[in-house]
């Protein structure tokens, strides 16, 4: 079983950044592919980043060369730094943890593939 627990949501403008954090416990994510992925009122889970036990990074089209997943595996610690923000970007951000490798997008981008999820954290961009 992984616990995982999601920090550092928040209100803030537009153009402005933010870092999530997902704390995991009771297992090593090492060899745990690590994803982000988010959910706006009335909209199902929507993909935006995912990072491979191999060290590979994958994202959503509509946060490339904003966002940025990291994992610091020796704090068993995984991060979404997020820059430039947009008001679309507001929506509940969940942390989750698949155990594979796959770098098939339809295995890393699919929500219910994951078999862990924290309990989200809210993030609110205003205009």
């Known amino acids: 079983q992984v616990q995982l627990v999601e920090s550092g949501g928040g209100l803030v403008q537009a153009g402005g950044s933010l870092r999530l954090s997902c704390a995991a416990s009771?297992?090593?994510?090492?060899?745990?592919?690590m994803g982000w992925f988010r959910q706006a009122p009335g909209k199902e889970h929507e993909f935006v980043a995912a990072?491979?036990?191999?060290?590979?990074?994958y994202y959503a089209d509509s946060v490339k060369g904003r966002f940025t997943i990291s994992r610091d595996n020796a704090k068993n610690m995984m991060y979404l730094q997020m820059n430039s923000l947009k008001p679309e970007d507001t929506a509940v951000y969940y942390c989750?943890?698949?155990?594979?490798?796959?770098?098939?997008?339809?295995?890393?981008?699919?929500?219910?593939?994951?078999?862990?999820w924290g309990q989200g954290t809210q993030v609110t961009v205003s205009p």
């Open positions: 990072g491979r036990s191999s060290g590979s990074t």
């Open positions: 989750g943890a698949r155990d594979g490798n796959s770098g098939l997008y339809d295995v890393y981008a699919r929500y219910a593939r994951y078999n862990y």
């Open positions: 009771g297992r090593p994510i090492r060899t745990y592919t």
